[in-house]
């Protein structure tokens, strides 16, 4: 027995040490920042069914509950990688309406969103397991001489989730589960300050951090035989209060060298269904309400007593997605999906560094079973773009007379997403 609790401990110190790749990556942005990307397997549909199918340890991210299913401990490696492009168009104004330039702005972005995910059954009803993932994330850099570029050169969201979980299964199919979430958070908010001439500009960057604290927890109903499932997934809001520094050049009065930041990260909640027509055939069904209404504002204090205030007035959004899987023969199943982002932008308030809007997903996706013990996951998914109007002021700066600049245009993003995961069973 000790040298087996060893075996998972080197297992859980390994995972915890590659961890340290998320810090290192780009995520970019789903729906507003969240992320749906913590495995490839569920790529292929788009994640539908990600919060009931519960076929391996990536379902201690998606319904903790679902762990009661897994009968072996088991290690998933997952990457998905993100080809996203961006092209904002419009025309930059000062407050008394001179123009200030007009033209294109383009971003590219290349990113990988890595996960880790683990778990092991203690005994016949229990399961524990750990869950390492991105939950959010944000990437925009434009050019410091871009026409926006009072708006923002850059906005970068990076987090880190770690998250244990324990399962309970009861005997008429029906189980339990629930987890804390430690989550490291950290953003880089920068932009020009100027009235036009870009050789005159002066800049503004800042870099905040910090741990937040959250939960989850899940509920899963087998019935028919385990053929059809229903699952329900809360996770809960995590408040981050940020510190950082500020290095600033060419604002008036005393130069701020420090800022502190508040954010609360949305709540969301999954209601998922999955049902086996026969061996072959599959359908799976999500619906994902997210808590976005909470981001009402984004305030940035520093220590020379100013503040910067941006509006962003974010509204609750709804996922909806639909999948079905095929297994071809016993080492291939095929996979399809589709699903529908809902936007918690809105185009009064609507800024550079997060221009979303409606998305649709088209997702196909494979698993070739390589033994009874190790599996391989591929995904893609391509995903169209609703063009979103912008009309944004630069951020107030409280306490100083700082002249404002609009942006009035439209943005136009199409990403394409390819995953690959890795699944291990230990017998």
Request: aromatic letters at 10%; a positive charge.
């Amino acid at each position: 027995m000790a040298k087996r609790n060893l075996q998972v401990y080197k297992r859980l110190t390994s995972l915890l040490a590659i961890s340290g790749l998320l810090g290192a990556s780009f995520p970019v942005w789903s729906s507003a920042f969240a992320l749906n990307e913590q495995n490839a397997k569920d790529l292929g549909t788009a994640y539908a069914g990600a919060a009931s199918s519960a076929e391996d340890a990536s379902t201690g991210w998606y319904n903790c509950a679902g762990l009661t299913r897994l009968k072996q401990e088991q290690i998933a490696i997952s990457g998905v990688y993100v080809n996203s492009r961006t092209t904002q168009n419009g025309r930059a104004t000062t407050n008394l309406g001179a123009s200030m330039g007009e033209g294109s702005a383009k971003v590219k972005d290349q990113s990988v969103i890595p996960s880790l995910h683990y778990a092991k059954r203690i005994d016949d009803s229990w399961v524990f397991a750990l869950n390492i993932a991105s939950p959010f994330g944000l990437k925009n850099n434009f050019k410091v001489n871009a026409f926006n570029r009072y708006m923002g050169t850059r906005a970068e969201i990076r987090t880190v989730d770690i998250g244990p979980s324990l399962a309970y299964g009861f005997n008429n199919g029906f189980s339990i589960g629930a987890g804390v979430d430690a989550l490291y958070a950290q953003a880089k908010l920068d932009a020009r300050v100027g009235t036009g001439n870009p050789a005159t500009d002066g800049f503004v960057e800042n870099t905040a951090s910090d741990w937040g604290l959250g939960y989850h927890a899940g509920i899963l109903y087998e019935f028919n035989n385990g053929n059809t499932r229903a699952g329900v997934h809360y996770r809960s809001k995590v408040k981050i209060k940020a510190k950082g520094n500020t290095t600033a050049a060419l604002l008036p009065g005393v130069l701020p060298t420090a800022v502190q930041a508040e954010l609360t990260l949305p709540e969301s909640t999954v209601l998922s269904m999955y049902h086996s027509i026969d061996d072959q055939w599959a359908l799976m069904a999500d619906v994902q309400r997210t808590h976005w209404k909470r981001f009402n504002e984004l305030r940035l204090r520093f220590d020379n007593q100013t503040q910067s205030v941006t509006s962003e007035n974010f509204k609750d959004s709804i996922r909806y997605a639909l999948g079905v899987s095929y297994q071809l023969c016993e080492p291939w199943k095929f996979k399809v999906g589709t699903a529908f982002d809902r936007t918690p932008t809105r185009d009064s308030n609507r800024t550079t560094a997060i221009a979303d809007h409606n998305r649709t997903w088209v997702a196909l996706g494979v698993q070739y079973r390589v033994t009874k013990t190790f599996a391989l996951d591929f995904g893609y998914a391509h995903l169209f773009f609703k063009k979103a109007n912008i009309n944004q002021s630069a951020p107030k700066v409280i306490g100083t007379t700082q002249t404002l600049q609009s942006f009035r245009g439209t943005s136009k993003t199409r990403a394409d997403l390819i995953g690959m995961q890795l699944t291990w069973d230990f017998v």
